[in-house]
């Protein structure tokens, strides 16, 4: 591509990340050292205090989907990942972006708007989506290194990508799952806010999971403890793995979990079993497993990932079923990881309102989009707004309906 509107900074598209180095990529990805990273034990409602060092965009997870053909070939998600460089090839900003051909593993529903664009006459595919493929986890998109020029590179980042747009005549450019300062940037540029709830834990400086229970109603307290001694009343075991831990019997279990999983959500998982074999060989030291056993054998699991303040919970599943095991294993299990290890909060996917009795707490997400066509734009932005305040209505509705103590409630 051609020079940036920054003087002295070009853009660039790199179909694989096999041609970044992964030092470069990292820099921009993670710009705060892990060690460094500020901790927010109360983050914001709408998600803005997201983990500054977020699994999801390094170049090692990155590259492990590449790698693995999970994005790729006939995936739907082509790599075109953008790069802002000074004149020395150093580079200063960097976006996780895909040419998108569908609208699948991105957790932002936009399908309504292809099919109205579509009756219409129009041509919605391809897309531009930047984004951690087939991860609903806010963090990060404008990659940007700690410089003195983040600012103009963070521009220069964003009009690369309507130029990008433009080129591959594109309908759209969507970056879902982002946090401040992208959301501000890209809100001045143009960009039309996206909002929707997800529920997230935070630890409030607890010293044991009790720590934590002693902050519901007394009703609710009695039934989280109920709920964990059932999970476990048939011999049940979990275990939490990490590292050199993650052998590839291991993973060969977990997988079979995944894919009972996903063949009953929506037919065919997103990652292939190659995926967690390199995301394990790569960043394994990042990756909490939590493994539930039963008669000597694994029977269902889930897969987290550590930021620098935060776990993430992603993936699960299981070959037995049995009452209250999803919670314990996903849920339950997380929260007693983030207080033993002194992470701030847990992030534990999309969607579940059922999260909310077990003291998880709303929190608004937001993605940012940019339609070409005012045709399509128009009424879009007009949904959005009655969409956000629907999005914030509901939120302060189900923060008052929580597990917590209150005036209201009995301690």
Same mark, same amino acid.
Not at 8 to 17: D, I, P, Q, W, Y
Not at 224 to 240: F, Q
């Given at each position: 591509?051609?020079?940036? *509107? ?14 970044? *180095? ?296 299981? =070959? ?14 997380? =929260? ?76």
């Amino acid at each position: 591509m051609s020079d940036g *509107p920054e003087e002295g900074l070009s853009v660039r598209v790199a179909t694989s990340l096999k041609a970044v *180095p992964a030092g470069a990529w990292n820099a921009c990805a993670n710009p705060l050292a892990l060690q460094d990273a500020l901790a927010a034990p109360c983050p914001p409602a709408d998600g803005s205090g997201a983990d500054r060092d977020n699994p999801f965009v390094s170049h090692e997870f990155l590259l492990a989907l590449e790698e693995s053909r999970c994005i790729g070939g006939r995936s739907g998600w082509s790599p075109a990942y953008l790069l802002v460089e000074e004149g020395n090839g150093q580079i200063l900003a960097a976006a996780p972006s895909f040419l998108k051909s569908h609208s699948q593993g991105e957790y932002v529903f936009d399908h309504g708007w292809a099919d109205a664009y579509e009756r219409a006459g129009g041509r919605y595919y391809p897309k531009l989506q930047v984004a951690a493929p087939f991860t609903p986890a806010t963090g990060p998109r404008l990659l940007v290194a700690d410089t003195p020029g983040a600012d103009e590179a963070r521009v220069a980042l964003i009009a690369g990508l309507e130029a990008l747009r433009a080129q591959t005549q594109s309908s759209s450019v969507h970056v879902t799952f982002a946090q401040e300062p992208d959301v501000a940037a890209l809100k001045r540029a143009g960009y039309l806010e996206r909002n929707d709830l997800q529920f997230h834990w935070r630890n409030e400086g607890f010293r044991s999971y009790d720590d934590f229970l002693a902050t519901l109603a007394s009703r609710k307290r009695k039934a989280l403890k109920r709920e964990r001694r059932e999970a476990l009343s048939a011999g049940i075991t979990v275990e939490a793995l990490s590292g050199r831990e993650l052998t590839e019997a291991v993973w060969d279990d977990f997988y079979g979990f995944y894919q009972d999983t996903g063949s009953r959500k929506w037919g065919r998982p997103y990652l292939n079993r190659e995926f967690f074999s390199r995301v394990g060989e790569a960043m394994g030291e990042r990756i909490v497993l939590m493994m539930a056993r039963r008669a000597g054998r694994y029977i269902a699991g889930a897969i987290n990932f550590r930021g620098a303040n935060t776990l993430y919970g992603r993936n699960w599943g299981c =070959i037995e079923d049995h009452p209250f095991l999803h919670f314990e294993v996903c849920y339950h299990q997380a =929260i007693d990881y983030a207080i033993a290890h002194g992470l701030s909060r847990v992030e534990a996917g999309a969607q579940g309102e059922h999260k909310l009795a077990r003291g998880y707490r709303p929190v608004i997400t937001r993605s940012l989009h940019h339609i070409a066509d005012p045709g399509l734009s128009r009424p879009v932005a007009a949904y959005l707004a009655q969409e956000r305040a629907q999005i914030a209505d509901a939120r302060t509705a189900l923060e008052a309906e929580g597990p917590f103590r209150s005036t209201d409630n009995d301690g």
